[in-house]
C-alpha cells in the first residue's frame, strides 16, 4: 500500500533514507552514487529512489522545503515504510562568527520558531535532538572526509524572508547556522522511535552578505553527500 504523498509499496524503500530538500538532488545522487537505482515516486515530483552504495541498500528521497513538508515526507517514511534512520542533506546559512561558507555543520539540535511541537501537548519546551548513533557516524565520516565541519545546534526556521530580523540573537546562543528542517524531522524520529539526523553545508553567510555559487554549491553538496553515504554505511 502507498500514502497520499509517496507512491512506494512498502519493501521498496531502505532501512536508511537521504533526504535531500531539491527532489533533482535525490534523482543525482541516484544517478551518480547508487548501484541499480530504481525511481519508486515521482508523486508531486518528490522523486524518491533505491539502490546500493558499497553493497548497502540505501533510499533517496526529496523532502521539499519547510517544517511541515519535512515532517509529511519523514512521518510517512518511519510510520508508514519502516523507515529506520532519515539523514538530512541540505543547505543552511551560517550564523556564528567561526562558520564559514562551505563548511559542514552537523544539527546536534535544532532550536526552532515553529509550532510543529504543540501537537504533543508537553509541559514544557521540547529540545528536538538528533540520534547519537547516526550523530557520532557522521562525526568519524566527516574526520575521515577532511572538510571543515561543525556539531552544535542550527535554528530551524519557518521563515527564508524574515521581518523580525532575528539572526543575532540567535548567535547569542552560541547557534551554528539556520535552515528550516531538522526540527519536526528531530520530533517526527523521537515521536516513532526512530533516527534522525541533517548534515548541512553552508551555502550564505546572512549576517556577512556571502553567497556561495551554483558551482560551488554543486561541489559542497557532493563531500555532504559522501559523508551521509559513509554515515549509512557504518551504521548498517
Ligand atoms: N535561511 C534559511 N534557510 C537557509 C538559508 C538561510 O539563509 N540558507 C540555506 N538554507
Known sequence: MST???????????????????PLRAKFI????????????????????????????????????GIPS???????????????????????GAIADNVNLRDIVI??????????????????????TASWELLSAAVEASKAHGDAYHVGNVFSSDMFYDDA???????????LAIEMEAASLYMNAARAGKNALAILTVSDCPLRNEY???????NTFCSMM???????????
Open 4 to 22: 497520499p504523498h509517496n507512491s512506494a509499496v512498502k519493501g521498496e524503500i531502505a532501512e536508511t533514507v537521504l533526504m535531500p530538500g531539491d
Open 30 to 65: 541516484a544517478e551518480n552514487y547508487l548501484d541499480s537505482p530504481v525511481c519508486y515516486n515521482e508523486l508531486r515530483g518528490m522523486l524518491g529512489y533505491t539502490g546500493t552504495y558499497k553493497g548497502v541498500r540505501v533510499s533517496v528521497q526529496g523532502s521539499g522545503m
Open 70 to 92: 519535512i515532517g509529511v515526507y519523514s512521518w510517512e517514511l518511519f510510520n508508514h515504510y519502516d523507515v529506520k534512520n532519515i539523514i538530512r542533506t541540505g543547505t543552511a
Open 107 to 128: 544539527a546536534m539540535s535544532a532550536s526552532t520558531n515553529s509550532a510543529y511541537a504543540a501537537q504533543y501537548e508537553l509541559p514544557g519546551t521540547y529540545a528536538p
Open 165 to 175: 530580523d532575528s539572526l543575532a540573537k540567535w548567535q547569542k546562543m552560541n547557534v
Open 212 to 218: 556561495t555559487t551554483a558551482e560551488e554549491r554543486q
Open 226 to 236: 559522501e559523508i551521509a553515504l559513509e554515515t549509512a554505511v557504518k551504521i548498517s
